[in-house]
């Protein structure tokens, strides 16, 4: 996977847990690349939108990530730092329970499993440890995340992994394309450009 071939721009329209549409932009930096993405949309009832720059180093380390969310139930911002080596602060308030992890997971966002996808893709057959710093939407709230890629096949410009969070119970095979951007994400989301 090459982030030099990252497009200009991506989208995915979410299904099944919600209905909505996310829009994300790629810029390339001297240190890195930031996301700048938003994701409108419906879920329980529940109508929200959230709004998200996102930089990471050129090892695909999340460095910050800003995160603004709007729902009925009111406006929130967030604040996530890290020191591009595991070590966190949220709203500016150290948090080493998020010690080792490497990436910003926003519930509102299919995007962001491309970022240790992009870090260091297995081969075949291996699974990775990729705990997440995992931002609930609306309301913003944080929690350490537990999950795992497992590359299972490489196929015509397509890549699939077996992804795994043990404490939700839940796993699906993602399949990203050649820029390391997800595709198809059961149950979740599908790629329209």
């Known amino acids: 996977m090459s982030a030099s071939d990252l497009p200009a721009a991506a989208a995915w329209r979410h299904h099944t847990v919600r209905d909505g ?14 996301l700048q993405g938003h994701t409108a949309a419906v879920e329980d009832g529940v109508a929200w939108a959230i709004r998200y720059d996102i930089i990471v180093g050129t090892a695909w380390h999340t460095r910050t990530a800003h995160i603004l969310s709007q729902s009925a139930s009111g406006s929130y911002e967030l ?12 709203d500016g308030v150290r948090t080493p329970q998020f010690d080792d992890c490497f990436d910003v997971d926003l519930e ?13 893709p297995p081969a075949v057959g291996v699974r990775v440890d990729a705990p997440a710093l995992w931002v609930r939407a609306p309301a913003l709230e944080v929690q350490r995340l537990e999950q795992s890629y497992e590359r299972i096949e490489v196929a015509d410009d ?20 050649a820029t390391g951007l997800v595709v198809e994400y059961p149950g ?3 790629r329209v450009l």
């Open 21 to 34: 549409f996310e829009t994300v932009f790629f810029a390339e930096r001297p240190d890195g690349w930031t």
């Open 79 to 90: 604040v996530l730092e890290s020191d591009g080596a595991g070590r966190w602060h949220v």
């Open 108 to 120: 509102a966002s299919a995007c962001t499993n491309t970022l240790p996808v992009h870090r260091a």
């Open 158 to 177: 397509l890549q699939r992994f077996d992804y795994r969070s043990p404490a939700f119970g839940f796993e699906a095979v993602l399949t990203f394309d």
């Open 188 to 190: 979740l989301a599908s």
